[in-house]
């Protein structure tokens, strides 16, 4: 079992349709929560960080972790197509080296 | 932008070469992670420089070995490429080590491997 799930879609929305992307983990040590977007051919770019359970809003990104449930979620609200990239979840144990990421889930948001 | 480059943006090489990737992490950024990333797939980490020093390996075997020096930069090397080493690799850099509870990683754009 990997220790972050994440469906790869691809997941397919009309332009201003909130979106909800998702992951599971399986170890109770992660702490630390991060969503990144991935545009094609370029490197991830760091959207949201959050520290253990709880929401965090950026503008129009949610992020939201349960830690009950093992579950981490990103909406984004009022989708637009320059939202279309791939988005990876990660997970991080404070004490530990790396970040455990998703395979990362790809987005379409369309015009 | 991030302030993490990397070199070069492309290479090719064939079964059996070496090749050293390049990364220059953000001012004050002492640690540095490289990672792989194959199509399809979320990175996986390959080791982790604090200072200078290997401080965390992940599940990759000693053909890939990395440096990190005082001026920010760092080199993966990888020995005796295989077909499977075709990937994105990313470099990405941190302020602090393994402590920091707000250990956030800023990723460079990558380098994309590919052998045949």
């Known amino acids: 079992q990997k220790e972050v799930e994440q469906d790869p879609g691809p997941l397919s929305v009309p332009e201003g349709a909130i979106v909800s992307l998702n992951c599971t983990y399986s170890n109770s040590a992660f702490q630390y929560f991060m969503w990144y977007r991935q545009y094609s051919r370029k490197g991830p770019e760091l959207l949201m960080y959050?520290?253990?359970?709880g929401n965090k809003e950026d503008g129009r990104f949610t992020a939201q972790v349960d830690k009950s449930s093992k579950y981490i979620s990103l909406f984004i609200r009022d989708s637009q197509p320059s939202d279309s990239a791939t988005y990876l979840c990660a997970s991080w144990a404070s004490g530990t080296y790396k970040y455990i990421f998703g395979t990362g889930t790809r987005l379409k948001v369309l015009a | 932008e991030t302030g993490v480059t990397q070199s070069p943006t492309h290479l090719i090489k064939t079964r059996g070469q070496q090749v050293t990737l390049r990364c220059s992490s953000q001012s004050g950024h002492n640690t540095v992670s490289w990672y792989q990333q194959a199509l399809g797939q979320g990175p996986q980490f390959i080791f982790q420089?604090?200072?200078?020093?290997?401080?965390g390996r992940g599940n990759f075997p000693p053909r890939f070995s990395g440096l990190q020096f005082p001026n920010y930069s760092s080199e993966l090397n990888v020995n005796a490429l295989e077909l499977d080493d075709s990937a994105l690799y990313l470099c990405?850099?941190?302020?602090?080590?393994?402590?920091?509870?707000?250990?956030?990683?800023?990723f460079g754009p990558g380098t994309r491997l590919t052998v045949l």
């Open positions: 959050t520290y253990s359970s």
């Open positions: 420089y604090y200072r200078e020093e290997e401080n």
């Open positions: 990405a850099s941190s302020l602090a080590g393994v402590v920091s509870g707000t250990d956030t990683q800023y």
